[in-house]
């Protein structure tokens, strides 16, 4: 079963794939209609991003989910693709938003002479132009938002100790909560209960004050503790009290 945070990657780069084809498709249209000058700058610029973006973002999707380790899959690697394609998409955003109104006008006979077309009219321009305007916005609204959302659960991660967590896959890195078998690297553990004082040893055998320890009765020692004697090779819970426990507990005879 997937975790909320593949179900929320997943959900942004299925609809980055889906509106870069949109704007693939649109570019690509107006490239091969419209004569190259100064007001059409923005469509090679348009097509250069979205193709990096369809490299990119389904090469993420697919080796996050291989079991085989690549460099690739590193919440590192991961920040710093999704950061350019973000970034890229918003200097698309903005430069199309902000660039000046024109007219199309046609060449039909190749003399220099502009007519208005009926077939692809100004109107037509601005319509699919407006369209690429606005995916390329939402593209840059939804990678920035996963950049952000990757970049502050990554810091929360390495401010509780998991300083090695740049270097951990994404995808099975888990991102709302601690894995039993983690170990924290450099520091404190994500959560605030106490490390865990189970530890398998010999009775009798203590590593710290105040510690319970597990572990098996040697069959050649006996019990003194309680009522009931322990039997030997059994497996028993000993508590080990800290020395001023100690030093104040009546001694057994």
């Given at each position: 079963?997937?975790?909320?945070?593949?179900?929320?990657?997943?959900?942004?780069?299925?609809?980055?794939?889906?509106?870069?084809?949109?704007?693939?498709?649109?570019?690509?249209?107006?490239?091969?209609?419209?004569?190259?000058?100064?007001?059409?700058?923005?469509?090679?610029?348009?097509?250069?991003?979205?193709?990096?973006?369809?490299?990119?973002?389904?090469?993420?999707?697919?080796?996050?989910?291989?079991?085989?380790?690549?460099?690739?899959?590193?919440?590192?690697?991961?920040?710093?693709?999704?950061?350019l394609l973000g970034l890229l998409w918003f200097i698309l955003?903005?430069?199309?938003?902000?660039?000046?109104?024109?007219?199309?006008?046609?060449?039909?006979?190749?003399?220099?002479?502009?007519?208005?077309?009926?077939?692809?009219?100004?109107?037509?321009?601005?319509?699919?132009?407006?369209?690429?305007?606005?995916?390329?916005?939402?593209?840059?609204?939804?990678?920035?938002?996963?950049?952000?959302?990757?970049?502050l659960l990554s810091l929360r991660q390495h401010r509780a100790?998991?300083?090695?967590?740049?270097?951990?896959?994404?995808?099975?890195?888990?991102?709302?909560?601690?894995?039993?078998?983690?170990?924290?690297?450099?520091?404190?553990?994500?959560?605030?209960?106490?490390?865990?004082?189970?530890?398998?040893?010999?009775?009798?055998?203590?590593?710290?004050?105040?510690?319970?320890?597990?572990?098996?009765?040697?069959?050649?020692?006996?019990?003194?503790?309680?009522?009931?004697?322990?039997?030997?090779?059994?497996?028993?819970?000993?508590?080990?009290?800290?020395?001023?426990?100690?030093?104040?507990?009546?001694?057994?005879?």
């Amino acid at each position: 079963m997937l975790s909320v945070f593949n179900i929320i990657r997943i959900s942004i780069f299925s609809a980055v794939i889906a509106w870069s084809l949109i704007v693939l498709g649109v570019a690509a249209h107006l490239n091969t209609i419209l004569i190259a000058n100064e007001y059409t700058r923005f469509i090679p610029l348009a097509i250069f991003i979205a193709v990096l973006t369809l490299l990119i973002i389904p090469a993420l999707m697919i080796f996050g989910f291989v079991r085989r380790p690549f460099m690739i899959q590193q919440v590192r690697f991961e920040l710093a693709f999704v950061g350019l394609l973000g970034l890229l998409w918003f200097i698309l955003g903005i430069y199309t938003a902000t660039s000046p109104d024109t007219e199309v006008e046609c060449d039909f006979d190749g003399d220099g002479t502009f007519e208005e077309s009926d077939e692809f009219s100004t109107d037509t321009f601005y319509a699919q132009f407006h369209a690429l305007e606005a995916f390329a916005i939402f593209n840059a609204i939804l990678l920035i938002i996963y950049f952000l959302l990757l970049l502050l659960l990554s810091l929360r991660q390495h401010r509780a100790g998991y300083t090695e967590v740049w270097r951990e896959p994404t995808t099975t890195y888990p991102w709302f909560g601690v894995a039993s078998g983690m170990a924290p690297k450099g520091g404190a553990p994500l959560t605030d209960l106490p490390a865990p004082v189970m530890a398998k040893g010999k009775f009798g055998k203590a590593t710290k004050d105040g510690q319970v320890l597990t572990g098996s009765l040697p069959s050649t020692e006996s019990s003194e503790m309680g009522e009931q004697p322990m039997k030997a090779g059994g497996h028993y819970i000993i508590y080990i009290p800290p020395p001023a426990a100690a030093a104040q507990a009546p001694a057994r005879r």
